[in-house]
């Protein structure tokens, strides 16, 4: 993304840690909540991906490609999740948001805030700030269950996840 290279890394850090703990996350014993670490995962580590500071590293033109392929085929697929879970919708909307901007930086490498369609970057910064700040509500009162929970299963630690990489689509849609 463009933008300056210490904010830009900390964006990586933030994405990558993301990715990670939806990785442990994938070994749930809920079958829904490995399902939707999955998606998760994939999309902590292509927002780190595409967060590198540009000045750093500035991938091959074809890279965004592959990147709008990729962030389609998990569109699609929440798409038909979405019949069973009204969740994967922001599932589709976040998959949605990285081909856009794959796109985006495909058609304007190198250049700063403008290149996208300004009303459609601007739908998704309003989508994703209201995201940032019910997320940011839910975690607040969450009650610890019954028992002893692996890491995977917290559930304060996912909604702090999904908060965290929703601040971070919000950077990078502004940086856009």
Known sequence: ????ASPGWLLVALCAATGAYCLLRMRSEVEEQRRAAGG??????????????AAVFTPPPWAWSVYAVVFGAAAVRALWAARASSHHLHH????????YMAVVMAASPGHHAGAGIPL????????????VLLSGVRLVPVTAGG???G???????????????????VAML???
């Open 151 to 169: 890491w995977g299963d917290r559930p304060e630690l996912a909604r702090a996840c999904r908060l965290s990489m929703g601040i971070a689509m």
């Open 1 to 4: 993304m463009h933008g300056p």
């Open 92 to 99: 589709l909307v976040g998959a949605s948001a990285m081909v």
């Open 40 to 53: 998760e995962a994939l999309m902590g580590f292509g927002m780190a991906a595409m967060a590198v500071p």
């Open 120 to 131: 459609l970057t601007g739908v998704l910064l309003l989508y994703f700030a209201g995201y």
């Open 147 to 149: 028992g002893t929970v």
């Open 174 to 176: 502004a940086t856009l």
